[in-house]
């Protein structure tokens, strides 16, 4: 089971709006709506941000939200601040021989 | 508040069997619908899902890694393990226990994460 694709790195200003997009197959990303994505600072263990493609879980901030299209599902993350600054995967649930896959990771940078 | 700790030796040899323990505080491991499982990431990589327990003893492994790994639970301590054999450079990493949604056979959002512990492997 290959991981979901993503863009290696996406960087804006302060007050911006990136939005990395994570793809997978119609046996992950496309065939169901458990698609989540996790922040990670360095040194730290992943955090869960939104879940169920567009869920936030309590105490997220409401500047990031999810969608997706087909095989592709997005994460937005609006008037982008120097917190935001961090590595973001997204996972999906897979009907493959395997159970759970991630993306390959997406490194946002704050300019 | 549910808490996962991970522990066990940061150094294993070569060809040995790597050996870790999760232990969850804070509820019970055999709470319905929920999985329990490991995730690696290699130094400078990224994440990579290892193999998970659902609350029924049912486990799922990363085909890449199935020949070598064995998934367990003790519900009277309330821990799950892994254990990964004829270990390689390849399996440094840092590993994480997590608790993930699910019914049945399909596997949702990990919600709870351990702080994560370094295994390197060298002689």
């Known amino acids: 089971q290959s991981a979901l694709t993503q863009p290696a790195s996406v960087s804006g200003s302060p007050g911006q709006s990136i939005t990395i997009s994570c793809t997978g197959t119609?046996?992950?990303?496309?065939?169901?709506?458990?698609v989540s994505w996790y922040q990670q600072h360095p040194g730290k263990a992943p955090k869960l941000m939104i879940y169920?493609?567009?869920n936030r879980p309590s105490g997220v901030s409401d500047r990031l939200s999810g969608s997706k299209s087909g095989n592709t599902a997005s994460l937005t993350i609006s008037g982008l601040q120097a917190e935001d600054e961090a590595d973001y995967y997204c996972?999906?649930?897979?009907?493959?021989?395997?159970?759970?896959?991630f993306g390959t990771g997406t490194k946002v940078t704050v300019l | 508040q549910l808490q996962l700790q991970e522990s066990g030796p940061g150094l294993v040899k070569p060809s040995e069997t790597l050996s870790l323990t999760c232990t969850v505080s804070g509820g019970s491991i055999t709470s319905a619908s929920y999985y329990w499982g490991w995730i690696r990431q290699p130094p400078g990589k990224g994440l990579e899902w290892v193999g998970s327990?659902?609350?029924?003893?049912?486990?799922y492994y990363n085909p890449s890694l199935r020949s070598r790994l064995t998934i367990s639970v003790d519900t009277s301590r309330n821990q799950f393990s892994l254990k990964l054999s004829s270990v390689t450079a390849a399996d440094t990493a840092v590993y994480y226990c997590?608790?993930?949604?699910?019914?049945?056979?399909?596997?949702?959002?990990?919600?709870?994460w351990g702080k994560g512990t370094t295994v390197t492997v060298s002689s």
């Open positions: 169920d493609v567009t």
């Open positions: 119609s046996s992950d990303v496309g065939g169901y709506n458990l």
């Open positions: 997590a608790r993930h949604h699910g019914i049945g056979a399909v596997s949702g959002h990990m919600d709870v």
């Open positions: 996972s999906s649930y897979t009907s493959t021989t395997t159970l759970h896959v």
């Open positions: 327990l659902y609350y029924s003893g049912a486990t």
